[in-house]
């Protein structure tokens, strides 16, 4: 089984700052991995698939880096709805895994 | 508009079994690959169970394996979640999941990327 590594758990920001969330495989998943967005009370939203390509309607400002075992979502510059928790996703192999998920909170 | 209902949730003692049901609309639900995934309270997501169009082999988490069973069916646009022998690390809110989907030129690509998601179902394991 692929573990994926989320960090830092918490990113402690203020709107217009950039952030920066790392997710680490502990192998390759080659480009096979997508990010998501969660919000409280609220089904996960694709947002970067294939370690660099926005999804449909995903804004500008979130990017997607990285390929084997480390990965990076930017956000350029924090929007007050981007507060939310992010989840790595990878598709290389059976089965599917998560990484824990990073909160980026308001400072 | 895709759209995923998840029912059939509810609070069962340990032991028992549950059927979760997965009604689809927006999209043309037999050509996609669909998938569980579960979260429990406070905690992160976790992919269960992933069948593909045609039913031909199904995918599950190690944790759920041989306890639960993924099936769909297309003549009515419903994929289901057969739960069995349920323990108290079975409590979370279960989500449906369309595989994803784009468009490269003319050529349509389905990835095993979770592309829309339902609103989730809680199924509670307690005595």
């Known amino acids: 089984e692929i573990v994926l590594t989320q960090s830092p758990a918490i990113l402690s920001l203020s709107p217009g700052e950039r952030a920066t969330l790392s997710c680490r495989a502990n192998q390759s998943v080659s480009s096979y991995l997508a990010w998501y967005q969660q919000k409280p009370g609220q089904a996960p939203r694709l947002l970067i698939y294939d370690a660099s390509n926005r999804a449909t309607d995903i804004p500008a400002r979130f990017s997607g880096s990285g390929s084997g075992t480390d990965f990076t979502l930017t956000i350029s510059r924090l929007e007050p709805e981007d507060f939310a928790v992010y989840y790595c996703?990878?598709?290389?192999?059976?089965?599917?895994?998560f990484g824990g998920g990073t909160t980026v909170e308001i400072k | 508009q895709v759209q995923l209902v998840e029912s059939g949730g509810g609070v069962v003692q340990p032991g028992t079994s549950l059927r979760l049901s997965c009604a689809a609309s927006g999209f043309s639900f037999s050509g996609f690959a669909m998938h569980w995934v579960r979260q429990a309270p406070g905690k992160g997501l976790e992919w269960v169970a992933a069948?593909?169009?045609?039913?031909?082999?199904?995918s599950y988490a190690d944790s759920v394996k041989g306890r639960f069973t993924v099936s769909r069916d297309n003549s009515r646009d419903t994929l289901y979640l057969q739960m069995n022998r349920l323990t108290a690390e079975d409590t979370a809110v279960y989500y449906c999941?369309?595989?994803?989907?784009?468009?490269?030129?003319?050529?349509?690509?389905?990835?095993?990327?979770?592309?829309?998601w339902g609103q989730g179902t809680l199924v509670t394991v307690s005595s």
């Open positions: 999941a369309k595989n994803f989907d784009f468009w490269s030129g003319s050529v349509r690509t389905q990835e095993y990327f979770f592309g829309s």
């Open positions: 069948i593909p169009y045609d039913d031909s082999y199904n």
């Open positions: 996703q990878h598709r290389s192999s059976w089965p599917l895994t």
